[in-house]
């Protein structure tokens, strides 16, 4: 028993900083730095700013990525501070930040040097410095976020709720520009199998009761809901395309969401985003709406999310009784590091093909 707790204690709060660094370097460095990105931000810039001169496009490309620069870094302190600190108390130490900002300090230098071996690559001082400023940054957060902490562990301050959505808008725009030919693609398959309408905005209920709309790429076959209205699809619906089936079951259906985090109607972990007058069709008493099920209003009380705790551990034919039960868990134990945790979960679902499965996900 004690080598599992030290094996789920290394998963949880070692491997995170350490798969971070090689992402960083050489496979993030790679693929931030190819032509192929330069041309993507270059369409989406200019569909922005369409009069904007060469010049603009060089300076608001050179932001772009030293932003990634700040960015990265100080997601690497965070997480080589937690990893350090491994849920012992007191949450905030300084010899714990500082050793966890010295080594990302370091790595950052030694990523600068690696560069330097590469082929038509240099290491930059200015990339440093910009490494070192978000390194800075984030310890300076965490200390401030350990002095709000004070007695209680279990606040909001403790829990670091701060940087839910500084992390959704980052990574969202992140995932809009990298995701950009997967797009491409889904789209072109929606299209061709029914020359249908490639997407399909939906009304869905957001926070505090606000209605907003969510934007998916169609999976189901065109007016699928004429004739009974909002319903939740359920296993082997004939309503869903060939090509949905393969969206839903990766969740790549969804994608398009990435505007509604960026926006802020959404966020990345959260109950899941309901209809406005929609059916539970589960129940065996015939439709119910869902708005009369116990739990439905507190679930508003924060942002609803692309995954989450009853998305990641219940099958999708769940009663929703028991989905606001979790939904409810959630949002009373929820913390930056858990929906961490919920997001990686949530991508080995995606890259098993296992979101429309009736078995255990995970």
Known sequence: MAKMTRLRTFVTYGLPPLLWM?????????ALGSSRIYEIFAVVFHWLAPDASAHALGVAYIVFRKSLHFLAYGLLAFLLYRGFRARRRPYWSKPTAVVSAVAAVAYSLLDEFLQSLVPYRTGSPIDSAIDTAGILTMIGLLAWTGARRGADRRGPAGRMLWLKRPFDAALASLGILLAAPLWIAIALAVWLEDRGPVFYAQE????????FKALKFRSMVVD????SGPVQAVAGDPRVTRVGRVLRATAMDELPQLLNIFKGDMSFVGPRALRPNEQEVSGGDGPTAIAAI??????HAVRPGLTGLAQVFL?????????????LLYIRKSSFAFDLR?????????FRGKWESRE???
């Open 224 to 227: 699928a809901e004429k004739a």
């Open 204 to 211: 869905r209920v957001g926070r505090d009761g606000r209605i």
């Open 294 to 299: 116990p739990g439905y209003d507190a679930r």
């Open 315 to 327: 099958p999708g034919e769940t009663p929703r009784r028991k989905k606001f039960r979790y939904d």
């Open 342 to 350: 919920l997001i990686a979960l949530s991508f080995w679902i995606t």
């Open 22 to 30: 090689a992402f960083i370097f050489p496979l993030g460095n790679r």
């Open 360 to 362: 255990p996900k995970v």
